[in-house]
C-alpha cells in the first residue's frame, strides 16, 4: 500500500498570501495519478486537481498543482476566507487508492 | 449534470450489517469509463477508499475491509449499494458516494454524505 505523508498538519494564511502544501508518497506514483481534494467543514469533498497539475472543471486558477515522483505541492495564491478547509491528497495510480492525512487550512 | 445521493440508515447496532445506497441521476450509471465508488471518514481522521464498482459489475475493494465489504451495482435503478458486515464502533463515519473521472480514477462527482454511527 502507498502511503501518502502530508505536511504541515495545520496551516495558518492571512488572507490575499500564498499557501504551500505539501504531499509525499512512499514510492513513486505512476503517471503521476495524484489528486488533491478541498473538504469544507459540513461538506463533501471536492476534486482540485489530477494528474498531479490539472484543474478539475470550475477550480479556480489560484490553485496549482505540481510535483512528480514522489514529492508534490499544492499552491493556493491570493488566499480567500473560503478557502477555510481541510486539504487531502490521494494517489489513484495503485489500488488501494490511499489519501493523506490532510492539511487543516486556517485562515488568520 | 450528474447528481449522486446516499439513503440509508444513520444507526446501525454493532455486529449487524451496514448497507448504503446510491441514487445516481443526470447520467447513465451505465456509462463507460467511468467507476462508482464509495469513500468513508470517521469523525477526526482521514478519508478511506472503500471500494469501487464498474457498471459491468466488476469491484475493487480496499484490502483492509474487503472480508467484510460488497458493492454492487443495480442498472435497472441507477443505483450502486454499499454492504459492510459485521461492523463495530471503528465502522462510525461520514460515507459518501462518489464517480470518477472518465478512465481516471479520481473522483470528480461526489455525493452530500450520510452519517452513519454504530451503536447500540
Known amino acids: 500500500e502507498i502511503v501518502l505523508t502530508q505536511s504541515p498538519g495545520t496551516l495558518s494564511v492571512s488572507p490575499g498570501e500564498r499557501a504551500t502544501l505539501s504531499c509525499r508518497a512512499s514510492?513513486?506514483?505512476?503517471?503521476?495519478?495524484l489528486a488533491w481534494y478541498q473538504q469544507r467543514p459540513g461538506q463533501a469533498p471536492r476534486l482540485l486537481i489530477y494528474g498531479a497539475s490539472s484543474r478539475a472543471t470550475d477550480i479556480p486558477d489560484r490553485f496549482s498543482g505540481s510535483g512528480s515522483g514522489t514529492d508534490f505541492t499544492l499552491t493556493i495564491s491570493r488566499l480567500e476566507p473560503e478557502d477555510l478547509a481541510v486539504y487531502y491528497c490521494?494517489?489513484?495510480?495503485?489500488?488501494?487508492?490511499?489519501f493523506g492525512q490532510g492539511t487543516k487550512l486556517e485562515i488568520k | 449534470q450528474l447528481h449522486l445521493q446516499e439513503s440509508g440508515p444513520g444507526l446501525v447496532k454493532p455486529t449487524e450489517t451496514l448497507s448504503l445506497t446510491c441514487s445516481v441521476s443526470g447520467d447513465s450509471i451505465s456509462s463507460s469509463g467511468y467507476h462508482w465508488g464509495w469513500v468513508r471518514r470517521p469523525p477526526g481522521k482521514a478519508l478511506e477508499w472503500i471500494g469501487s464498482v464498474y457498471y459491468s459489475g466488476t469491484t475493487n475493494y480496499n484490502p483492509s475491509l474487503k472480508s467484510r465489504v460488497t458493492i454492487s451495482v443495480d442498472k435497472s435503478k441507477s443505483q450502486f449499494s454499499l454492504n459492510l458486515k459485521s461492523v463495530t464502533a471503528a465502522d462510525t463515519a461520514e460515507y459518501y458516494c462518489?464517480?470518477?473521472?472518465?478512465?481516471?480514477?479520481?473522483?470528480?462527482?461526489w455525493g452530500q454524505g450520510t452519517l452513519v454511527t454504530v451503536s447500540s
Open positions: 462518489a464517480r470518477t473521472f472518465w478512465f481516471v480514477n479520481a473522483f470528480e462527482s
Open positions: 514510492q513513486s506514483l505512476s503517471s503521476n495519478s
Open positions: 490521494q494517489q489513484y495510480g495503485v489500488s488501494p487508492y490511499t
